[in-house]
């Protein structure tokens, strides 16, 4: 049996693909900062979107999207302000925030998932 984080990253590559066929321009994996970690960062038309992978075989633990709840969105906040920080990009980006579920083998894109910077 293949641990969390094998499963993580191969759900990660997953979702990367499924990104840069509907359009996405992918800028960074994995970005990680003393404040956390952001799956994917992209680019979407004139957006900077920031990507949660949720990965879920069953339904026993909630939907995909459930999981990222109020804390892991603060957390992805402040990941996501030292990116702008660190990259020079300035406070005027439009910028998203959106969730890929992975159930199975369905792939599910929840634009604007949670609010925005």
């Known amino acids: ?12 590559r997953v979702a990367k693909e499924y ?7 992918i800028e960074e994996m994995n ?3 003393s404040f ?7 680019r979407e038309k004139n957006y900077l979107v920031f990507l949660e992978v949720k990965f879920r075989s069953s339904y026993r633990a909630g939907t ?9 969105q603060k957390k992805i906040y402040k990941v996501a302000e030292y990116y702008l920080y660190h990259y020079h990009i300035p ?7 959106d969730v890929i ?12 998932a949670f609010g925005g910077l």
Do not use: H, S, Y
């Open 1 to 12: 049996m293949q641990n969390n984080r094998k499963i993580g990253a191969e759900k990660e």
């Open 19 to 25: 990104l840069e066929k509907e359009g996405f321009l």
């Open 31 to 33: 970005f990680r900062c």
């Open 36 to 42: 956390g970690e952001i799956d994917i960062i992209a």
């Open 64 to 72: 995909p999207a459930e999981a990222v709840d109020w804390k892991k």
């Open 91 to 97: 406070r005027n980006q439009p910028c998203r925030f």
């Open 101 to 112: 579920e992975i159930e199975k083998d369905v792939i599910t894109l929840i634009r604007n």
